[in-house]
């Protein structure tokens, strides 16, 4: 029996999400559909995080105990041949059997990316927010910086995960254009039932006045959901790395 580690990245316009649900076609489901007809048995797999419906990834990682023999490269080569084509395997490497892809990370960072101007963009459409307004970079980065150091978050999370331990540790959090795109870099220890997108939607409250920086540290202290902004739409979010303590800086995984 060997536990294998995978490396993936993914559309997510076609999937209720990773984790597998009634009645909606997710993507574990479809991993796993792919995985049985290489294998020919229904192994379960083990994600790194619970992404919704419409987040796509750029470096996802799920691990599995198999009794499969098909070396690494092979498994790779063989999965993106059966697998749909908005998901495509990127690793495969034997880890030691403790390893969890969920337990055992240390911190990831996410990507939120929208696009500023009058008119859709119908080649975004799906895999970026259309935000009408000019963003004002200088100011939400210095927004952007209330939020790094430890904090609890609780106030920036939506109900539904029954987390009990809202404390969470941000080390990275900078807006920057590229390509086209204002993009949100976060990188963070952990992250609470949607914190990512109601931190941008905080940030985008910032933007339209309607909160101040001198109200950003208040609104951390008193946990209050009202009063951080709306939960912005999934379309935007990209899971882009994933921290383990078991590899080096200069290992795939660890660059994602």
């Known amino acids: 029996m060997r536990n294998l580690l995978f490396k993936c990245c993914f559309d997510g316009r076609d999937y209720h999400g990773y984790q597998v649900q009634k009645n909606a076609y997710t993507v574990t489901e479809a991993l796993q559909d792919g995985i049985e007809k290489v294998t020919g048995v229904r192994d379960g797999i083990v994600g790194c995080s619970r992404t919704d419906a419409g987040v796509h990834a750029l470096a996802y990682y799920f691990n599995m105990h198999t009794e499969a023999a098909i070396p690494p490269e092979r498994f ?42 009058e008119y859709r963009n119908p080649f975004y459409e799906g895999l970026a927010l259309h935000y009408r307004r000019g963003v004002d970079l200088e100011l939400l980065n210095a927004a952007a910086s209330h939020f790094l150091g430890t904090h609890d978050f609780a106030g920036f999370s939506n109900t539904g995960s029954g987390v009990e331990d809202t404390v969470r540790t941000l080390t990275e959090f900078r807006l920057t254009r590229r390509d086209g795109f204002v993009q949100v870099s976060v990188t963070g220890d952990g992250f609470l039932y949607n914190m990512v997108r109601i931190l941008v939607g905080t940030l985008l409250k910032v933007n339209e006045g309607r909160l101040s920086l001198e109200e950003l540290d208040q609104l951390i202290l008193s946990k209050d959901r009202h009063g951080a902004g709306k939960t912005a739409s999934p379309c935007g979010l990209y899971l882009n790395q994933v921290f383990y303590p078991h590899f080096t800086k200069a290992d795939t995984l660890q660059n994602g």
């Open 76 to 117: 790779v080569r063989a999965l993106n041949r059966v697998l749909p084509r908005d998901i495509v395997i990127l690793d495969c490497r034997v880890v030691p059997d403790g390893f969890h892809a969920r337990y055992s990370a240390v911190g990831k960072q996410y990507l939120y990316r929208l696009y500023e101007g």
